[in-house]
């Protein structure tokens, strides 16, 4: 591996920078079974200038990631320290000179081998620490400068690594250096077996040297912050962010506790930064997805709230579609009833065979594959044009044909006589000219007995047809971005160095939700387009 020189001769590694970031990860990474996303966010959090806090058990190898993230920098020093509501400054910010305070009358520490001094901190068990401890590292987090006496000290602390086996107890004051943790992970013990059994079997978790080619000197860090700065915003990534911000906003407004959503300003911010560091450190000068997927290990403040969290990052991700899905939806329904109500106007109403005979009033169903087939004539008028309802289909004991129904609460007692009967639940939805049935269309028999268009002399609306037109215009547009979308998604999930198999996983189930919605928006367009045909 070769070096370049910068032009005021400092080193700059000529590696990519994802590679370099790849090898980086993978040094210290070895030995740790099922770490490798945390020694990850680690090392994104360290290029990031940001702070990640684990959650989990003792012996679970966090302090080993905050000494081994040490030894990627070149002349870099660590500090580490068990926090007790014992400890004292002076054990984690240096003890007092006394011979300054002697000699000079100067109050200062001795701060060498002390936090002040480090590159990479761990301190476990953080919200055990004392008030003067908590107050003197929000400055030190805030500003990188330490007070040291009367002189403010210029920190090199790149991270800040913390850990506990529990969350920062609520109203002890401990919200403001919790808030400036922005990575939030946990840390369980190993849960594959395989794994389990290789690690107990090791002989050690050492970590063989790093090739001085891959330390991170000043110049490179420098250098790689600053063209994080350049990556350039993504329309589709900040729609999704403002998406995500609304979601959390409603729901800290509805939350019986307060803060169990709230992100400040200053975090969506420092989330922005995190995701130009990403996307940077991937080789990428533009944002993706994938980036924005890194919220989930962000933005959540209880164990509680996690779920919330991951299902409102997933919704954002397909949120513009949606909200084009949900116009279109309503585009449709104006189109068949512009006064807005439930049922479609009467131009779209074709006239049904009444069967009366069976003991009340009933629509037939044509080419139903179980037999001759009614559904009563208030149960069809109850089903809607767009949304399935839920249905029963079974065998009439008394008129020995097959029935339809809509589950009621009007009618339940009806179903109970048919106990002795074959019976299914069944999706009901009104068609243009029929019913379907869990997705297949059926045509009710008409009074005209099912004459053509031409026969009927009825006349396409040409107004209608036009609406009608853009608007199939307008979601085929969607589903073309919708596919176009789950493509660049998928390929950025694969590539982004920082994600788990798990992180990936999430958006499965966004893809799933989405395809659904466009399956069912597909059923409502063609319905109305053969409500038109009619």
């Known amino acids: 591996m070769k070096r370049n020189k910068s032009n005021d001769g400092e080193s700059l590694f000529s590696l990519p920078v994802r590679d370099h970031a790849v090898a980086l990860i ?3 990474a070895q030995g740790l079974y099922e770490k490798r996303q945390i020694v990850a966010m680690a090392l994104l959090c360290a290029v990031a200038g940001e702070n990640i806090f684990l959650l989990g058990p003792p012996g679970t190898a966090k302090s080993l990631v905050a000494s081994r993230l040490k030894t990627i920098f070149k002349n870099g020093k660590s500090f580490d320290y068990l926090m007790s509501r014992f400890s004292t400054p002076d054990e984690i910010f240096g003890p007092v000179s006394i011979s300054r305070l002697k000699n000079d009358d100067v109050y200062e520490r001795l701060t060498e081998g002390y936090l002040p001094e480090a590159d990479v901190v761990f301190l476990d068990e953080i919200w055990k ?6 107050n003197t590292l929000l400055t030190v987090i805030n500003e990188h400068l330490f ?3 009367s002189h403010p000290v210029k920190t090199p602390m790149k991270v800040l690594i913390a850990a506990g086996n529990e969350l920062p107890a609520p109203d002890e004051g ?4 919790w808030d400036r943790f922005l990575v939030r992970m946990v840390s369980n013990c190993i849960k594959s077996e395989d794994d389990f059994v290789a690690m107990i079997q090791s002989e050690n978790v050492t970590a063989s040297p790093l090739d001085d080619a891959l330390l991170i000197d000043d110049s490179l860090y420098k250098n790689w912050q600053a063209e994080a700065v350049k990556v350039e915003p993504n329309q589709a990534v900040i729609d999704a962010v403002k998406s995500l911000r609304r979601k959390l906003v409603e729901k800290e407004d509805e939350a019986d506790e307060k803060m169990k959503f709230y992100v400040s300003d200053r975090r969506w911010r420092k989330f922005y930064r995190l995701m ?6 991937n080789g990428r000068s533009q944002l993706d997805m994938s980036d924005y997927l890194l919220s989930i290990h962000c933005l959540w403040n209880d164990v509680d709230t996690r779920i919330d969290i991951n299902r409102f990052v997933v919704e954002g991700i397909g949120d513009t579609i949606v909200k084009r899905l949900e116009k279109i939806d309503t585009d449709l329904r104006l189109l068949i009833n512009p006064n807005g109500d439930i049922e479609p106007s009467n131009k779209f109403k074709p006239q049904f065979e009444m069967f009366t005979e069976f003991f009340g009033s009933y629509y037939g169903v044509q080419g139903f594959p179980d037999g001759t087939c009614l559904i009563p004539k208030w149960d069809y008028a109850k089903l809607d044009y767009f949304t399935p309802s839920d249905g029963i289909q079974f065998v009439d004991a008394t008129m020995k044909v097959v029935m339809l129904q809509k589950l009621m609460a009007t009618n339940t007692f009806e179903y109970k006589k048919q106990s002795g009967t074959k019976t299914k639940n069944v999706k009901l939805q009104m068609s243009a000219g029929g019913v379907m049935v869990d997705g297949v269309t059926y045509q009710l028999i008409r ?6 268009r031409a026969r ?4 396409a609306d040409p107004v209608i047809a036009d609406k009608f037109h853009w608007i199939t215009v307008d979601f085929n547009d969607v589903k073309t971005r919708w596919q176009k979308l789950k493509g660049e998604i998928g390929k950025a999930l694969d590539s982004n160095i ?12 966004a893809f799933g939700a989405t395809d659904m919605l466009i399956e069912e928006t597909t059923v409502r367009v063609e319905n109305v387009r053969s409500m038109l045909d009619n």
């Open 26 to 28: 993978e040094h210290i």
């Open 129 to 134: 620490a004392g008030p003067s401890i908590q």
């Open 147 to 149: 007070y040291n006496g």
């Open 174 to 177: 401990l919200e403001a250096l």
């Open 276 to 281: 130009q560091v990403s996307a940077m450190m």
């Open 447 to 452: 009074k005209d007995n099912g004459l053509s």
């Open 456 to 459: 009927r002399g009825a006349t």
């Open 498 to 509: 920082f994600l788990s198999s798990a992180d990936r996983s999430l958006i499965g189930d």
